[in-house]
């Protein structure tokens, strides 16, 4: 009988085609084109949004350069000093005589007398809290000033009398003597050229203290300087 021989054949492990790598090589460049991308964009989102804050962060911080009218007297409201300013202030002695007399008997005649005196402390005064600022530009303020008030403290009333007695019969109470010199002594002191005197030391002492706070003072009225002006 014939005899068939078979030829015994080998397996072979499968060998990548060219198209294969083909293929894989577009696919790695197709993710490494998404990665790119998607670090562009993460990128672009973290500089967007660190230059909003930075812009929201410089409007929010005050700036030194700028200041606005409406600011200022609010600035000024906030530090302005309370209470009351003495701009004048002077002691003064003054004093009235009394005299009476006395008949003893309806025929003879004492004379008497009596002597009030009176010393005082007189001043003017300007109220802090009616001194009125309007912003008129950012480093300078109007000052409008309110009217100068005089104000007197007594410091001393001696009564001197020749005889107790009588001026406690005829004279009970000294308030009209009192009355008298304190008029006296107000109109030694409470004069036009003082009262000037006293407004222009006022608009000193604002000016010295805006001055301090970094304003410049415009008084309106202003009181204009008079050479011929008396010392108190």
């Known amino acids: ?21 083909h293929e894989a090589l577009q696919w790695l460049r197709r993710i490494n084109k998404v990665t790119l991308t998607v670090t562009l964009v993460v990128i672009a989102a973290v500089l967007a949004f660190a230059a909003y804050g930075i812009l929201r962060l410089s409007h929010a911080l005050p700036s030194h350069g700028d200041i606005t009218l409406e600011q200022t007297p609010i600035d ?6 309370r209470g009351e300013l003495y701009v004048a ?16 008997f309806g025929l003879i005649p004492e004379p008497h007398s009596c002597v009030q005196i009176l010393r005082q402390k007189v001043s003017y005064v300007i109220d802090l809290e009616e001194v009125r600022y309007i912003a008129d530009t950012p480093d300078t303020v109007i000052v409008q000033m309110p009217p100068l008030r005089y104000v007197a403290s007594t410091q001393d009333s001696p009564f ?5 007695d009588f001026w406690m019969d005829h004279m009970p109470s000294t308030n009209d003597m009192k009355r008298e010199v304190e008029e006296k002594i107000r109109q ?9 005197k006293a407004e222009r030391n006022a608009e000193a002492s604002i ?11 415009r008084f309106a009225p202003h009181i204009d300087t008079d050479e011929n002006d008396s010392n108190p």
């Open 1 to 21: 009988m014939p005899i068939n021989l078979i030829t015994p054949t080998m397996s072979h492990p499968p060998v990548k085609t060219d198209r294969t790598w």
């Open 76 to 81: 000024i409201e906030a530090v302005r000093p």
């Open 89 to 104: 202030t002077a002691v003064i002695e003054e004093y009235v005589s009394e005299y009476s007399t006395e008949f003893h």
């Open 160 to 164: 001197l009398s020749d005889d107790e």
């Open 188 to 196: 030694r002191f409470d004069t036009p050229a003082n009262r000037r």
């Open 207 to 217: 000016s010295l203290l805006l001055k301090r706070l970094g304003y410049e003072a």
